[in-house]
């Protein structure tokens, strides 16, 4: 069997086995079985690398089953890359498997419609659609299989779905201290388009002039995640393009997935001699929200937000960026809200990028463990940082008939900076 080359194949040789990450894996917790661990996915991927492992059924099953939550990353006391492993991994798979004709479909269709401005606008109208003519209360009729409620329950309850273009700048308010460049992104501008606007209220009120370049799209994050490196490198090489030659203190990203890859594109083009330095110096100015806001003084909001909240940690938020515990500060920072801890609060939501649509069964177990520990808290709101968990949680919330409601970081901050 020949040796393959998706990876460092020293990269392998970071992990001794310990076996500490086990309990921290998803999928192996519910699972129970070493090939849906990260120690035995290791394993997997290293035989496939040294030729030993044809690459089957099996093995792909395994793998795909990854959620990329990097939970693992977190718990290794050894330094392991996981999540560069396993999207080279991703990557070699696309590459030399040929995947039943239905998942080549399903996986084509997302390659095609996520990172796409006007794929993601046509999917917005299609939710848009659905949820005027109250679809999503589908989700919870008792007559309807499983299966047909929870894609019913994917469509937003009305006025859940915001779209929004944001302009190619703005000032600071009041006296400016900072220039910050803004990701608007592929999914937000059709579907978070509040959000986005929250993001740039909030960064002016502590004195950021804001500039948002036009030319903008996709950051690659969702096709490398899907291992379509081709497409995602592609996607990547515009974006950095686009911020690499702008003069900013920071290049603001509020959606965990996209802050996490923007964060590795120096590693990405590590090989590549036209995109090296440009990739390095990009992904040195690439800040999630909440980390800007909770690395300079806060010019703190000053009107009140009664309301209880619980805070979700977005995978690539916790685990990808290390950015815990900023979000919880800033929410300490507004008047009169009071802040509910959340159990397993880093667990994956089973969002996790485009996981829910192509591998549900494993997402929606894990969406049930998530939405237990949401009601247990009794929260009036759910705060996170990434759209991915929004709509994940939206649609279990939806589900279950439950009236607690799901907010990015910044829509919140946004309410107390300006009502
Ligand atoms: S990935 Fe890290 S924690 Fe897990 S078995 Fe390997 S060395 Fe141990
Ligand atoms: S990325 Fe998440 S699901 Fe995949 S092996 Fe690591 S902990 Fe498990």
New binding site residues.
């Given amino acids: 069997m020949p040796q393959t080359n998706f990876v460092d194949y020293e990269k392998f040789f970071d992990c001794v086995h310990c076996g500490l990450?086990l309990s921290?894996?998803?999928?192996?917790v519910e699972l129970g079985t070493e090939m849906d661990?990260?120690r035995g996915?290791i394993a997997t991927m290293r035989s496939l690398h040294e030729g030993k492992f044809p690459l089957d059924a099996e093995v792909v099953r395994h793998l795909d089953l990854?959620?990329?939550?990097?939970?693992?990353?977190t718990a290794c006391p050894s330094g392991v890359h996981?999540?560069e492993l396993?999207e080279s991994a991703r990557s070699f798979i696309e590459e030399q498997y040929r995947r039943p004709l239905l998942d080549r479909l399903k996986r084509w269709t997302i390659d095609k419609v996520f990172p796409n401005p006007l794929g993601v606008r046509v999917f917005a109208s299609m939710l848009k659609l659905g949820s005027a003519l109250g679809l999503s209360r589908l989700a919870r009729s008792d007559k309807l299989p499983q299966q047909l409620r929870s894609w019913f329950s994917m469509v937003p309850e009305r006025g859940s779905v915001s779209s929004a273009t944001l302009l190619e700048h703005y000032p600071a308010i009041g006296e400016k201290r900072y220039t910050v460049a803004v990701l608007s992104g592929c999914v937000m501008p059709a579907l978070f388009g509040a959000t986005n606007e929250a993001t740039v209220k909030v960064l002016r009120h502590n004195g950021c002039e804001v500039v948002v370049p036009k030319a903008q799209g996709c950051c690659g994050a969702l096709l490398l995640h899907n291992g379509n490196k081709p497409d995602g490198l592609a996607r990547a090489r515009q974006t950095i393009d686009v911020f690499n030659g702008l003069n900013v203190d920071a290049l603001i990203i509020n959606a965990a997935g996209c802050g996490a890859m923007m964060k590795e594109y120096g590693e990405l083009f590590k090989d590549d001699p036209v995109y090296r330095e440009k990739a390095q110096r990009v992904a040195a100015k690439v800040k999630d929200v909440t980390e800007f806001l909770g690395g300079i003084p806060l010019i703190p909001p000053s009107r009140e937000v009664k309301k209880s909240v619980t805070y979700h940690d977005a995978c690539h938020l916790a685990h990808g960026q290390n950015v815990r515990s900023q979000p919880r500060a800033l929410l300490r920072a507004i008047p009169g809200l009071q802040i509910m801890e959340l159990q397993e609060s880093d667990w994956?939501c089973g969002s996790a990028g485009t996981y829910n649509l192509t591998e549900p069964a494993m997402a929606r177990r894990l969406l049930d463990k998530k939405m237990a520990n949401i009601e247990a808290t009794e929260a009036e709101l759910v705060v996170m940082g990434n759209p991915g968990c929004l709509m994940q949680i939206r649609a279990g919330l939806q589900q279950r008939g439950l009236s607690i409601k799901a907010v990015h970081t910044v829509d919140l901050l946004a309410e107390a900076y300006e009502g």
């Fill in positions: 990450c921290f894996c998803p999928t192996y661990s990260p996915r990854c959620l990329g939550c990097r939970a693992c990353e996981y999540g396993i994956c």
